[in-house]
């Protein structure tokens, strides 16, 4: 999986509804939901729904390792351009100047990983629920 993709919750088998049930009336979603807007699902189509959709839970973005995460320290177009140059000044025997300019790479990037540290676990998202929901009453 790379950066960009999204995990499924387990049991999580169904694409996104191809309605856009927020730009409709709450009407008509009752009658597309099949559902009671004053008493909501039965017990047993509850089951039956979380049976075949999963549960009800948003997707989460999967993070990259602490490999990625270093590397992405040097996303930077300045970073490219000094890494370009320090590589330059090698080939063309200028030591000294292409270790400059590589330790100023260096110097810039872990200047800013002392600002964003790699070992602070990061915060849960936003939509997370500080309290746990509570169970389905029985």
Do not use: K
């Amino acid at each position: 999986m790379t950066g960009h993709e999204v995990a499924r919750a387990p049991g999580q088998t169904s694409a996104p509804a191809a309605t856009a049930h927020h730009a409709v009336v709450a009407r008509e979603v009752v009658l597309l939901l099949e559902t009671d807007a004053d008493g909501g699902l039965s017990t047993e189509e509850a089951a039956r729904r979380l049976e075949r959709f999963g549960p009800d839970v948003l997707p989460l973005a999967v993070g990259g390792g602490l490999l990625w995460r270093v590397l992405r320290q040097f996303h930077h177009p300045l970073i490219y351009v000094l890494l370009a140059a320090g590589a330059v000044t090698a080939a063309l025997g200028e030591y000294v100047d292409s270790a400059v300019i590589f330790g100023v790479v260096l110097v810039m990037r872990s200047s800013d990983s002392c600002r964003n540290p790699l070992r602070v676990p990061p915060s849960p998202p936003r939509w997370a629920p500080a309290v746990p929901p509570a169970s389905p009453p029985e």
